[in-house]
């Protein structure tokens, strides 16, 4: 609970300590990276 509050109170988030910085990031799947692409042209 602790670490939410500092979080929420503008701490940056220690995403080491989750063990997640050890993989590397994988790429998004064509269809989802499409719906989630925004147009910002008139």
């Known amino acids: 609970m602790q670490r939410l509050l500092e979080f929420l109170l503008g701490a940056p988030p220690r995403i080491d300590e989750?063990?997640?910085?050890?993989?590397?990031?994988?790429?998004?799947?064509?269809?989802?990276?499409?719906?989630?692409?925004?147009e910002l042209g008139p």
């Open 18 to 38: 989750y063990g997640l910085a050890d993989e590397p990031a994988q790429p998004l799947p064509a269809a989802f990276a499409e719906a989630l692409r925004v």
